[in-house]
């Protein structure tokens, strides 16, 4: 299954190269200003600066809810972005308002309260200090499946999909484990290639590709109750993906048409 969703979120991702580079400048563009913004801001009032800086982070949320509607189009071979973007974005607002609350948690935990409960150089300083790390892994192992998701429940709303991310987490840990170290690795192509490929749009591609892979595992399990969870007939599972993605060559991958 790994070796597989390796290899769909390349070639979706080479696929849609043009889409995700455009969707990228924008963020980019996101991303600039909130850099820009923080230092400017910051000589004359940091408090300021924070509050600028999660405004650039609500912006980012919003825009993530749109990609994400494209992301799930090109996960299911579907060209559509633009319009689906555009849907997305007001189709998805309350689980982008979500999603900015966890980020903003996170970085707020981040910059602010992990130094300082650190700083405390006590016992419950430390005690809580813990605790907040704890809450700041969870939330960067189960943000990744929060959108493909939501895209896959479209009936749930925003509280229940981050519950299931959590759940998808604890059960699948040996994935989501093997998934940061591909986030990771994805960071830093992304870098440098100044965040243009795959950057953030293309790793929301490779998380709804690694979600609609590990929910064919879900809808298998509910229609066959007796199954051994530990040795899925992943070859059936994915056969009809394997044909859609097909055989590729290096040829037929920079000239598709010949």
């Not at 689980?95 to 609350?101: E, G, K, M, P, T």
């Not at 998808?168 to 992304?190: E, H, K, M, P, Q």
């Amino acid at each position: 299954m790994i070796g597989f969703f390796i290899k769909k979120a390349f070639f979706d991702g080479w696929d849609n190269l043009i889409g995700l580079v455009l969707f990228n400048l924008i963020y980019i563009v996101i991303m600039g200003l909130g850099l820009w913004g923080f230092s400017t801001i910051g000589v004359i009032n940091a408090a300021a600066a924070y509050l600028f800086l999660a405004f650039v982070l609500l912006i980012y949320s919003i825009v993530s809810g749109g990609t994400a509607a494209v992301a799930y189009n090109y996960s299911n071979y579907q060209r559509d972005a633009w319009n689906a973007f555009r849907t997305g974005i007001k189709r998805n607002i309350r689980h982008s308002l979500l999603f900015f609350l966890l980020n903003l948690f996170a970085l707020v935990n981040l910059l602010l309260l992990l130094p300082f409960y650190m700083a405390m150089g006590n016992i419950p300083g430390l005690l809580i200090a813990i605790v907040l790390i704890w809450l700041e892994v969870i939330i960067f192992l189960g943000i990744a499946y929060y959108f493909p998701l939501m895209n896959l429940l479209p009936g749930d709303r925003p509280l229940k999909t981050a519950k299931k991310c959590l759940i998808i987490v604890g059960d699948n840990l040996g994935f989501t484990l093997f998934f940061v170290i591909y986030r990771l690795v994805v960071f830093a192509f992304s870098l440098f290639s100044m965040g243009l490929i795959p950057g953030f749009a293309g790793a929301q591609l490779a998380g709804q590709d690694a979600m609609k892979l590990l929910m064919m595992k879900y809808d298998y399990l509910e229609e066959n109750k007796d199954a051994d969870r530990k040795h899925l007939p992943w070859a059936d599972l994915l056969y009809d993906e394997r044909e859609k993605v097909g055989p590729r060559s290096l040829k037929n991958m920079i000239f598709p048409w010949k």
